[in-house]
């Protein structure tokens, strides 16, 4: 499966201020999509992204996939509390499977 | 999601025993999957089944089996069960028309 990283691992915030997280590949990628897993919870689906350059946005998260489909980012602007979670990217391989990045824990101090 | 449901939703058992994790689905996809989640790791593809006829390994299926049983039922069966097989196990469905993934409420296992 396609192999990527994501970072950071963790991150604190204070509410209100911004939150990126990156997905990086060594290898091209046809399509990359992104969940998110509240505490305790299991993965939603949040967007699948496709083209070369492509930004999707929704509220107050902004997705991209890079110019040369090796690297995608999710930025969410003015936390707030309810975006607590793990965000996860996951690349689609060629038989249509997924293979979920180790995920960014983010955490929404008040 | 309620379309797709698991049980047992936690299980503790000991090591060589048999378990199996069941899954359900009422969003008529032909697609499912299994994956284990570990702290730190992701969620790691065990096998997937884009029909009933159809099973595939996933990254991790060493120790692990699985049973189409019909296009809504997809079962995970430890034959054997070990301690690092402890984790929690999610099933999940796909959208064929946008390959979304559904997934269900996740069976947390211990294996002591």
């Known amino acids: 499966g396609q192999q990527v990283m994501q970072i950071p691992q963790y991150q604190h915030v204070q509410e209100g201020e911004d939150f990126t997280t990156y997905c990086n590949s060594s290898t091209t990628l046809s399509n990359i999509q992104w969940y998110k897993q509240r505490p305790g919870g299991h993965p939603v689906f949040l967007i699948q992204l496709v083209k070369s350059g492509e930004v999707k946005k929704q509220k107050r998260l902004t997705f991209q996939f890079g110019e040369a489909k090796k690297n995608s980012s999710l930025h969410i602007t003015a936390t707030q509390t309810t975006d607590v979670g793990t965000y996860f990217c996951a690349p689609m391989g060629s038989a249509r499977q997924l293979t979920f990045g180790s995920g960014t824990q983010l955490t929404v101090l008040p | 999601d309620a379309d797709v449901t698991q049980t047992p939703r936690n299980r503790i058992t000991k090591t060589g025993k048999r378990i199996m994790l069941e899954c359900s689905q009422t969003k008529g996809h032909d697609r499912m999957y299994w994956y284990r989640q570990d702290p730190g790791l992701g969620l790691r593809l065990i096998y997937y089944?884009?029909?009933?006829?159809?099973?595939n390994k996933g990254e991790i299926s060493d120790g692990y089996s699985v049973s189409r049983q019909a296009q809504a039922k997809f079962s995970l069966s430890l034959e054997s069960a070990i301690p690092n097989q402890t984790a929690l196990y999610f099933c999940?469905?796909?959208?064929?028309?946008?390959?979304?993934?559904?997934f269900g409420p996740g069976t947390r296992l211990t294996v002591l």
């Open positions: 089944s884009f029909d009933v006829k159809d099973i």
């Open positions: 999940a469905t796909s959208d064929p028309s946008n390959n979304e993934q559904f």
